[in-house]
């Protein structure tokens, strides 16, 4: 399964951080460090949880198990905000 930005969504980069605004709902949204780590795989193309995991664990001292929990669950995050969509 491999998870990509949907077309709903602009971004940009302010002071450091990932800012991203949904334009049918008017929504703006920040990242933190990690998470902006992985916006910014994910503007590349669609990305798997472990590609994902390996750029974070390349970046981050965290085992990979607690990295695919975390990434999975902003992931199903960004999906329900309409930010993420999943594809083939």
Same mark, same amino acid.
């Not at 929504?27 to 990690?34: A, F, K, Q």
């Not at 902006?36 to 193309?45: M, Y």
């Not at 199903?76 to 999906?79: A, D, G, H, T």
């Not at 993420?84 to 083939?88: A, D, G, K, L, R």
């Given at each position: 399964?491999?998870?990509q930005?949907t077309?709903?969504?602009?971004?940009s980069?302010?002071a $450091?951080?990932?800012?991203?605004?949904?334009?049918?709902?008017g929504?703006?949204? $920040?990242?933190?460090?990690?998470g902006?780590?992985?916006?910014?795989?994910?503007?590349?193309?669609p990305?798997?949880? %472990?590609?994902l995991?390996d750029?974070?664990v390349g970046?981050?001292d965290? %085992?990979? %198990?607690?990295?695919?929990? %975390?990434?999975?669950?902003l992931l199903?995050?960004?999906?329900s905000?309409?930010l993420?969509?999943?594809?083939?």
């Open positions: 399964m491999k998870y930005l077309p709903d969504q602009i971004s980069k302010v $450091g951080e990932t800012v991203i605004l949904n334009h049918n709902k929504s703006y949204y $920040g990242l933190d460090e990690v902006v780590l992985i916006w910014d795989t994910l503007e590349k193309g990305q798997t949880i %472990d590609t995991c750029v974070v970046e981050y965290v %085992d990979v %198990d607690t990295c695919k929990n %975390d990434i999975d669950g199903q995050e960004l999906i905000e309409r993420v969509e999943v594809t083939e």
